[in-house]
């Protein structure tokens, strides 16, 4: 039997997307073995955040940042309302059917999967790739598995051994804010940043 292609989904607002970012998908993909690593920028948050940049400008700041990388690719989301975890799979899945997936993502975003809409359709959809923000995790790992217990949710998942990345796109927005040269940004993406004067005060 053929052997499946192996599809990492990454999603966020990557507003601006940073090298904690980078540093999540290139582990994950080393450690889940992938094949390929589909980002897709959210068009509007699933859950009240605000968004700075445009869509367009987090997709172009996106592309910029894994340019060099061939197994690293941009998806765009069809242009609904709402962009929840069950519509980003979808999307994948359209383009890339027959596949492993795998859901990349820290564990910030992981810690709110219990209230994740469609959460039971997705969970058994994915291979869960999770990376540690800070350490200890916060909410605690004990806290997090007993929510899915409690709601009968079995899922595959994997920790990714990397050292925790204090890098934030809050923190980098804020910095921009500031005037303080942010930390953690690529070249590439601070020139974008700059020729299009985003987060500026
Ligand atoms: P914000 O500060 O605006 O909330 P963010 O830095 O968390 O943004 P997102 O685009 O919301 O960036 O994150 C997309 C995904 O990347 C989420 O699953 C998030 O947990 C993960 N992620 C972001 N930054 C890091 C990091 N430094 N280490 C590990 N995972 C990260």
């Known amino acids: ?10 999603g966020g607002t990557f507003d601006p997307v940073h090298q904690g970012h980078e540093h999540l998908a ?4 080393d450690h ?29 700041m996106v592309e910029t940042a894994i340019a060099t ?11 609904t309302p709402t962009s929840y975890g069950i519509d980003l799979w979808q ?42 923000r800070c350490d200890p995790p916060s909410p605690s790992s004990s806290q997090v598995f007993e929510q899915l217990h409690q ?7 994997q920790f990714l ?4 990345q204090t890098l934030s796109a809050t923190a980098i927005r804020q910095a921009y804010q500031a005037q303080r040269n942010p930390q953690g940004v690529s070249t590439a993406v601070k020139a974008y940043i700059r020729d299009r004067g985003l987060y500026q005060p």
């Open 1 to 10: 039997m053929a052997k499946l292609h192996r599809v990492g989904i990454f």
């Open 26 to 29: 290139r582990q994950a993909a």
């Open 32 to 60: 889940g073995q992938l094949d390929v690593v589909i980002w897709l920028p959210t068009r509007a948050p699933s859950h009240k955040k605000q968004i700075v940049a445009s869509y367009e400008d987090r997709c172009a």
């Open 69 to 79: 990388t061939p197994h690293f690719k941009l998806m765009r989301l069809p242009p």
């Open 91 to 132: 999307t994948v899945h359209q383009h890339y059917p027959h596949s492993q997936y795998y859901w990349l993502l820290g564990w910030d975003s992981f810690a709110s999967l219990p209230y994740w809409y469609q959460r039971q359709a997705l969970i058994p959809k994915v291979t869960w790739l999770v990376a540690p």
């Open 151 to 157: 709601q009968n949710l079995k899922l595959r998942w």
């Open 161 to 164: 051994p990397i050292t925790p």
